[in-house]
Structure formats: structure tokens, C-alpha cells
């Protein structure tokens, strides 16, 4: 006997707050690369605002591991005197860019996926000797009830 469980997402919620994602991660996305180029200043405080901006959006629409990704992309800007460590902006730049294009994908209908995102987090995770895993950004929703299918 097999189990089905359900996994579908309402993407609607985040279709609605898009606008807002798409300011705060390319707000983020021009933050590091002039942090890339060498400035400095409050830059670093700016980017995590922007990240943090993003995440709540996302915790507020009920992505949770989302929200969780970008709460660790935060981790990495620290407050002055100290900069970014350069793998750690290489890491969420790109990361930021694939969730901008991932964020296209659900408003046309695809499912938001955290787990996409894996591979940066784990690096970011390894980046503050913290050990990370998938189940860090899954969060099925467990009032749906399984169909056992024969």
C-alpha cells in the first residue's frame, strides 16, 4: 500500500507580495555587487535590511523554508567594522538571482521550491562551521491527511 501526500502550495499569497520581493532582493542583489567592487560604509547593514525584507515577505505568505534561506543569506552581512566574506557575497548573489527567476516560475503557476535552493544554503551553513541539512527548508503542511492508494 502506498501513500499519497498532497504537497501542493497556494502560490497565490506569493504572487500578491512579488512586487515587494523583487524590490527588496534586487535592492539586495545592487548592495553586493558595489560591496563586490570595494565600497563600504553602511552597505553591508543595507543589503541584510533588504534580505530581511524579502524574508519576512516570505514568512508573512507561509513559505517558511524560504524565509528560513533568507534568514541565513542575513547572517552573512554583519554589522561594521567587519565586510562580507567575498564567498559568502558570490554565494548570495547568486542565490538571489536564481529566487528572482524562481519567483517568475510561481507566478505562472510553478510551485515554490526551497529545496532548489540547497546547495547555496549548505555553503553559507559551512561558510559559519554550522551544519546544515534539507529539512532546514521543508516544511510540508501537515494538516493535509495522506490517501493510502492500492
Known amino acids: 500500500m502506498a501513500v499519497d501526500i498532497p504537497l501542493d502550495l497556494d502560490s497565490g499569497p506569493i504572487v500578491w507580495v512579488k512586487a515587494e520581493l523583487d524590490i527588496a532582493l534586487l535592492a539586495a542583489l545592487d548592495g553586493i555587487t558595489r560591496l563586490q567592487a570595494g565600497e563600504a ?5 543595507t543589503v541584510r535590511s533588504n534580505l530581511h525584507r524579502a524574508g519576512g515577505a516570505f514568512e508573512l505568505v507561509g513559505v517558511e523554508g524560504l524565509a528560513v534561506l533568507l ?3 542575513e547572517a552573512h552581512f554583519p554589522d ?3 565586510a562580507p566574506r567575498a564567498e559568502a557575497l558570490q554565494t548570495v548573489a547568486g542565490a538571489c538571482r536564481r529566487l ?3 519567483l517568475e516560475e510561481i507566478a505562472v503557476g510553478a510551485q ?3 529545496l532548489r535552493f540547497l546547495p547555496e544554503y549548505l555553503t553559507l551553513g559551512r ?3 554550522i551544519r546544515f541539512g534539507p529539512a532546514d527548508l ?3 503542511d501537515l494538516a493535509r491527511k495522506p490517501r493510502f492508494v492500492d
Open 80 to 82: 561594521l567594522p567587519e
Open 71 to 73: 534568514r541565513e543569506f
Open 138 to 140: 521543508f516544511f510540508p
Open 100 to 102: 528572482i527567476s524562481h
Open 127 to 129: 561558510l559559519r562551521d
Open 112 to 114: 515554490p521550491v526551497p
Open 41 to 45: 560604509g553602511t552597505l553591508s547593514a
